[in-house]
């Protein structure tokens, strides 16, 4: 059994280039969450897919991010131009859609912007 | 809107010492409610939850929360702590059951085991 999991577990870039993170739902589960954790806080709601469709985003989610999950598997979210201020740790999580269920997260991607 | 409030930033305790967690939420529509645990580089592992039914809720290792709607509580206790409970608690809510759309967290507890 793979939990969820997410790739690169750490990554350090320079303002202003463009990082993109992927994330594995665990298999079959419909629904993906990306949260976001900076330090000392707890994990904020970014947006939430159901399928491939993108039901739900923060005002959190500028323009700068986006995020996909084009056959309703795997899901990438992209930060473009990327600011000291996006520094944080990335979290995705899934849950099998057929209520009542668990959000399942994998272990984050770490990301620094110097 | 919904929030969560963890005061405690931080709780140190001995171990094999009872220790209780505070969360307060605050929320206009039906509440469903979950404690998460961090360990250090690891990911979020749900501990417990309340969705229906018995207001108080255990987990596997011992932890247990109860729901209180009058006060709006959601405490995590413990009556006897380990050393390998050392990790950061986040207590979340949301509006569906199981965290449906989204999960709103409180800013977290780390909690810190001594000998």
């Known amino acids: 059994d793979t939990g969820v999991s997410q790739d690169p577990r750490h990554k350090i870039t320079k303002r202003g280039q463009n990082v993109t993170f992927r994330c594995d739902p665990i298999?079959?589960?419909?629904?993906l969450y990306w949260y976001r954790q900076t330090l000392g806080q707890g994990p904020e709601f970014l947006t939430y897919f159901q399928n491939e469709a993108q039901l739900e985003k923060s005002r959190l989610l500028s323009d700068r991010f986006s995020a996909e999950r084009p056959k309703g598997s795997f899901s990438t979210l992209e930060i473009q131009r990327t600011e000291q201020g996006d520094s944080a740790m990335y979290l995705c999580?899934?849950?099998?859609?057929?209520?009542?269920?668990?959000?399942?997260f994998g272990p984050g991607t770490r990301l620094l912007v110097l | 809107a919904q929030s969560v409030t963890q005061l405690d930033s931080q709780v140190p305790v001995f171990e094999e010492a009872p220790v209780e967690l505070r969360c307060n939420y605050s929320s206009s529509v039906s509440v469903y409610l979950f404690w998460y645990v961090q360990y250090p580089n690891q990911g979020l592992q749900l501990l417990l939850k309340?969705?229906?039914?018995?207001?108080l809720v255990e987990s596997i290792n011992g932890f247990e929360a109860e729901f209180n709607k009058s006060q709006t509580s959601f405490h995590l206790r413990k009556p006897s702590v380990h050393i390998s409970d050392t990790a950061e608690y986040f207590c979340?809510?949301?509006?569906?059951?199981?965290?449906?759309?989204?999960?709103?967290f409180g800013t977290g507890t780390q909690l810190k085991v001594e000998l």
């Open positions: 309340y969705l229906s039914g018995s207001t």
């Open positions: 999580a899934s849950s099998s859609g057929l209520g009542k269920e668990t959000q399942y």
């Open positions: 979340a809510v949301s509006d569906r059951p199981g965290g449906g759309n989204k999960l709103t």
């Open positions: 298999s079959e589960h419909n629904r």
